[in-house]
């Protein structure tokens, strides 16, 4: 069996697949002590301590905020401010309809946050950088669409503690979008964040549009404000509504998918259905009915499997295969994010305290997988669990290098290079570590950091851990090979803090 890499030989192979030198952590990071900032009159203000923060985040050119952003943090600046700030730009200056395109910049912060805390010390800080610049992308482009900015609350519609709750269920139920910011308002000053989210998660499983993105902006909303605090939650779950009610021009005010149909059929599914019997058999039954079946059929086998005392983690496996398996077998937008959804939709699955919308977590996962196939339409061949192993030339960590260098020439090769290094008892951790850092250093677009957040995510969550390998190799489908030239933006950034004498 062999032997996990030592650092030094880890960060040796590192350098030969471009992942450039070494530099040196910022030191430790205090919170900041800025003067109060001017806003507009009719923008929303955030809490006195941020606001500072967003300001010169939002007013900083883009050709500076690296720069900015070294200094601020030499000053004082904290990493949470600094994550904070930029999350709450985004909520003020970029508009979340469509859920998606620019407000990426907005949904990507914690998959940035997350990779940038499994890295190495000397790429920490890279992810909420890129972040930065990011934003700023997205700011031009919203001032190029009209220049939308979050307004005050209208006080005057704000209902009362009592009515809060359900004033927003109406608001949300009738697709009326002034009501229900007026709502989530009152509801956030009147309640506590989880009993605020249940609605929320509600209505952002609720609906396919926009391919799965509101799912993935809850999901990013609540995470974000874990890790940045729940004071800052009623702008952040204003925007969220708004975007929850994007039609996308549809003229009729209904959700796309199965949700209708997966309301019956939670209903249907037996008492004390979170416990029940793992079973592989049952996982690759249901993965097969994916590949095959309409959404709603698949959505009845679920409940059916649900009845028989299947437990729900072996139905998430076969979701989290089905969707990856899409992803290695056509690779793109589509199917990355049938991933990136169906992750959203299992991390709500766990975060909700309601036994119905866990059910409808589950069950529509279950149906978007059948929407996303249809949408990617993978060409018939080998399918995931199906793939043969393949022996790399190399051992050890040697090994993982040979795979990212193959990617760039056969990536079925190299995922079957992967499942033959795992078979002779290689990491997987050595694999995906190289892969986070070569999103880091040479990824270039939001979803490669929503995907490289997600996939390493669903590899840990799996309930049947046979089922990783497979993980594995679907995650090698957006992971950037060997031989891909690093981001001019991050080499910059790491410029920027070498001259700033953090070399």
């Not at 704000?158 to 009738?174: D, I």
Request: net charge neutral; aromatic share 6%.
């Amino acid at each position: 069996m062999e032997m996990r890499s030592g650092r030094r030989q880890f960060l040796q192979v590192a350098s030969s697949l471009g992942l450039g030198a070494g530099w040196a952590s910022l030191g430790n990071i205090t919170p900041a002590n800025a003067a109060d900032m001017v806003v507009t009159p009719e923008a929303v203000r955030f809490r006195p301590e941020i606001e500072p923060v967003v300001r010169w985040i939002e007013e900083t050119p883009r050709d500076r905020i690296f720069e900015v952003a070294i200094q601020k943090l030499e000053s004082g600046l904290s990493y949470r401010d600094l994550m904070a700030g930029l999350f709450l730009a985004g909520i003020r200056e970029i508009k979340p309809r469509p859920v998606g395109f620019k407000f990426h910049a907005v949904m990507v912060i914690n998959s940035a946050h997350l990779l940038g805390q499994v890295a190495g010390d000397r790429d920490r800080l890279l992810p909420m950088i890129w972040a930065l610049d990011n934003f700023k992308n997205s700011q031009a482009q919203d001032v190029k669409e009209g220049d939308w900015t979050l307004a005050r609350v209208d006080e005057a519609r704000v209902p009362s503690p009592t009515q809060a709750k359900k004033s927003f269920g109406e608001a949300m139920e009738a697709w009326d979008a002034e009501k229900a910011d007026a709502a989530v308002a009152g509801l956030c000053r009147s309640a506590g964040a989880a009993e605020v989210m249940e609605p929320l998660w509600r209505f952002a499983i609720r609906d396919h549009r926009n391919i799965g993105h509101k799912a993935i902006f809850a999901m990013q909303c609540w995470r974000t404000l874990q890790a940045i605090g729940w004071q800052h939650g009623e702008p952040v779950l204003r925007s969220l509504s708004f975007g929850l009610l994007d039609l996308q021009g549809d003229k009729t005010a209904a959700p796309v998918g199965p949700y209708d149909v997966n309301l019956v059929n939670a209903a249907k599914v037996r008492a004390g259905w979170q416990k029940g019997r793992a079973d592989v058999g049952a996982t690759r039954a249901m993965l097969e009915a994916l590949r095959q079946a309409s959404a709603e059929e698949a959505c009845a086998k679920a409940t059916a499997m649900l009845n028989d005392g299947i437990a729900p983690e072996t139905l998430w496996d076969a979701v989290v295969l089905a969707s990856g398996d899409l992803m290695m077998r056509n690779p793109g937008i589509q199917a990355l994010h049938a991933v990136t959804s169906t992750n959203a939709l299992h991390y709500i699955f766990g975060a909700s305290g309601e036994d119905t919308n866990r059910k409808l977590a589950l069950l529509q996962a279950v149906g978007w997988v059948p929407l996303f196939r249809e949408r990617v339409k993978p060409p018939e061949g080998t399918t995931i669990e199906r793939l043969t192993p393949l022996d790399p030339d190399s051992k050890g960590i040697e090994a993982v290098a040979e795979i990212f260098s193959e990617l760039d020439r056969d990536r079925m090769k190299a995922s079957r290079k992967v499942l033959g290094y795992l078979a002779r008892g290689g990491s997987a951790e050595d694999v995906y570590a190289v892969g986070r850092s070569m999103v880091l250093r040479k990824g270039r677009d939001s979803h490669d950091y929503k995907y490289g957040a997600a996939a390493w995510e669903e590899h840990v969550l799996v309930g049947e851990p046979s089922w990783r390998p497979a993980l594995l190799v679907s995650s090698l489908t957006n992971f950037p090979g060997a031989a891909k030239e690093e981001s001019p933006l991050m080499r910059r950034a790491r410029e920027v803090i070498q001259d700033m004498g953090h070399g």
